[in-house]
Antibody, heavy 122, light 107 residues
Framework: EVQLLESGGDLVQPGGSLRLSCAAS????????MSWVRQAPGKGLEWVSV????????HYADSVKGRFTVSRDNSKNILYLQMNSLRAEDTAIYYC???????????????WGQGILVTVSS | DIQMTQSPSSVSASVGDRVTITCRAS??????LAWYQQKPGKAPKLLIH???TLHSGVPLRFSGSRSGTDFTLTISSLQPEDSATYYC?????????FGQGTKLEIK
């Protein structure tokens, strides 16, 4: 059974930093691209970032580019999202999501974690 | 960016009804479209990928189709557990954009 478990969410002040983690199990983690998707309170879904299976490619939404960094440890089956220079508009539930493929040409999310709340407020 | 426009934004239907939700892409995306179901307080779940392929374990009353840049999610016979918000997502152009969602309520 595929399981994705996010951690690291917290209340942080504007301008602060946070690192999210996503522990994966139930599939061969190193074979699949992984993404972060977020959902602001009461709003729709927004793709944030993707990293390919072999870590050779990463992509970001314009809203987070230059502030967020996605990485992965295929030896530990963990996905990370380093978030710097946080803004109030980054407040959201952050989901890690497994992609159906290893590359970044087609990104469809076949399994999702339960989500973790990040609140940016003074 | 490719814009994904869903309609309607909300729909109310009775158990047993046939329900259709539409998603229009602002440019061609071939069959690279996925549909997700999200219930309140829960993570989204994949229903359909590649426009019309049912994800593993998804009931057969769900189906997807494509005509040009218009995509349709159909629930053939609505069940009480189908009450949720449904999102489409284009899957092959950065950034990977979602529709705004369609809230489906059971009368």
């Amino acid at each position: 059974e595929v399981q994705l478990l996010e951690s690291g969410g917290d209340l942080v002040q504007p301008g602060g930093s946070l690192r999210l983690s996503c522990a994966a199990s139930g599939f061969t983690f190193s074979r699949y691209a992984m993404s972060w998707v977020r959902q602001a309170p009461g709003k729709g879904l927004e793709w944030v970032s993707v990293i390919t299976s072999s870590e050779d490619n990463t992509h970001y939404a314009d809203s987070v580019k230059g502030r967020f960094t996605v990485s992965r440890d295929n030896s530990k089956n963990i996905l990370y999202l380093q978030m710097n220079s946080l803004r109030a508009e980054d407040t959201a539930i952050y989901y890690c999501a497994k992609n159906r493929y290893g590359g970044d040409v087609v990104i469809e999310f076949d399994y999702w974690g339960q989500g973790i709340l990040v609140t940016v407020s003074s | 960016d490719i814009q994904m426009t869903q309609s309607p934004s909300s729909v109310s239907a009775s158990v047993g009804d046939r329900v259709t939700i539409t998603c229009r892409a602002s440019q061609g995306i071939a069959d690279w479209l996925a549909w997700y179901q999200q219930k309140p307080g829960k993570a989204p779940k994949l229903l359909i990928h590649t426009a019309s392929t049912l994800h593993s374990g998804v009931p057969l009353r769900f189906s997807g189709s494509r005509s040009g840049t218009d995509f349709t999610l159909t629930i053939s016979s609505l069940q009480p557990e189908d009450s949720a918000t449904y999102y489409c997502q284009q899957a092959n152009n950065l950034p990977y954009t979602f529709g705004q969602g369609t809230k489906l309520e059971i009368k």
